[in-house]
Structures are given as structure tokens and as C-alpha cells.
């Protein structure tokens, strides 16, 4: 694709109409490329699940943990995920039992924001911020 870039070594600025309808250009035909590999990744992660399904059904029938082929070695593994429906009770039973390692360590970017907009003298210690202006465009 031929997006009319500004070129590194043009020293003369392009008007901004023309930056903007190339910035558009080039956002469309990312979106459609992205479009375009996220059916086809959709298509090829169907078929893994559907041999991995096969795969551990194999392992059941055969009563085995793992197989080595000419090809490679396949083995099942025991995953397990947990969750809370109940964030207040599971909240408490973290500052019960001292278990703060239960959560991850990041920050609610909106939630923080609010505190500050709410709270502007109060100042969590240890939070840092970082912000910097972005161009965000958009078609007529």
C-alpha cells in the first residue's frame, strides 16, 4: 500500500489536512489487516483445540500423561483457574488472613483517577504518574 508518507529526509512540513487523511489511510488499512489475521489466527486456533481435544482423549484412553512421536512430545497437565463472585467476602478473607499475594499487583487506572480528582491533597505513597499528550483523529 502506497500511503503518501511523509518522507524522513523532507524537510518541508506537510499540511495538516494532507497528515490527516494519511494518518486515516493508514489506520483502515491496519484495521482491515487485523481483520483480516484475527479470522484467519480464529480459523487455525479452532483446529489446534479440536487436536488438542483428540490428543486428551488419547491420553485418557490409553491411561498415559505423556507421548512421544517422531514428530515431538504431547503430555496433559492438570490447569487450574480460580475466581471470586463474591469480591467483598473474598476482599476480607484477604485482609483476614493476611494473603495480599492473592492479588495481582496493578492499579485501576480509572479508580485512581477518580481518588486524585476527588482527593487532589491526598497522595497515595509510592504512585507514580505519567502523563503526555496524544493525538487522537477522527473522520469528519
Not at 496493578?106 to 482527593?119: G, K, P, S, W, Y
Amino acid at each position: 500500500m502506497t500511503t503518501d508518507a511523509p518522507d524522513v529526509a523532507d524537510h518541508e512540513p506537510m499540511p495538516v489536512e494532507k497528515l490527516t487523511r494519511i494518518f486515516i489511510k493508514i489506520r483502515d488499512k491496519r484495521s482491515a489487516l487485523k481483520e483480516e489475521f484475527e479470522a484467519e489466527d480464529s480459523r487455525l486456533q479452532a483446529q489446534q483445540d479440536a487436536i488438542k481435544s483428540e490428543l486428551l482423549e488419547y491420553c485418557k484412553t490409553h491411561g498415559v500423561e505423556s507421548v512421544r512421536t517422531e514428530s515431538g512430545v504431547f503430555y496433559r497437565t492438570v490447569k487450574t483457574r480460580y475466581w471470586t463472585n463474591d469480591w467483598e467476602s473474598m476482599h476480607q478473607f484477604v485482609l483476614d488472613h493476611q494473603v495480599p499475594e492473592f492479588f495481582e499487583k496493578r492499579l485501576n487506572q480509572t479508580a485512581v483517577r477518580q481518588f486524585i480528582e476527588d482527593n487532589p491533597d491526598l497522595h497515595p505513597p509510592g504512585l507514580n504518574a505519567n502523563s503526555e499528550y496524544v493525538i487522537t483523529v477522527r473522520k469528519k
